[in-house]
């Protein structure tokens, strides 16, 4: 079994910055691979906000690009998404995802893991 935890989700003005962490844990875990983020505002669908693999390699969705910056320390199995820039249409709950193989009984499985979200409201 793994879990993800968000923290640093709240209220910051337009023009603001926010970080948000995500810690991965779990006794089962074999390795943790591709983390990311995405993000559900009042009425519209979850959409990405920036992905990570395990190497370092980032992606991220046009409307964040250049304002938010996804990082990760996989000594402490924590992925970070810094917030520069904020606008209000960022306001959303924010969800951390990880791809993650287990070890169970000696028997290797796959399993996608969301966190349970933390809200991040912009003001205007």
């Known amino acids: 079994q793994a879990q993800l935890v968000e923290s640093g989700g709240g209220l910051v003005q337009a023009g603001g910055s926010l970080r948000l962490s995500c810690v991965a844990s779990?006794?089962?875990?074999?390795?943790?691979?591709?983390m990311g983020w995405y993000r559900q505002a009042p009425g519209k669908q979850r959409e990405l906000v920036a992905t990570?693999?395990?190497?370092?390699?980032?992606n991220y969705d046009d409307s964040v690009e250049g304002r938010f910056t996804i990082a990760r320390d996989n000594a402490k199995n924590t992925v970070y998404l810094q917030m520069n820039s904020l606008k209000a249409d960022d306001t959303a709950v924010y969800y951390c995802?990880?791809?993650?193989?287990?070890?169970?009984?000696?028997?290797?499985?796959?399993?996608?893991?969301w966190g349970q979200g933390t809200l991040v409201t912009v003001s205007s």
């Open positions: 995802n990880a791809k993650i193989t287990l070890d169970i009984t000696s028997k290797y499985r796959s399993s996608e893991v």
């Open positions: 990570i693999t395990r190497g370092g390699s980032t």
């Open positions: 779990g006794r089962s875990i074999f390795s943790i691979n591709d």
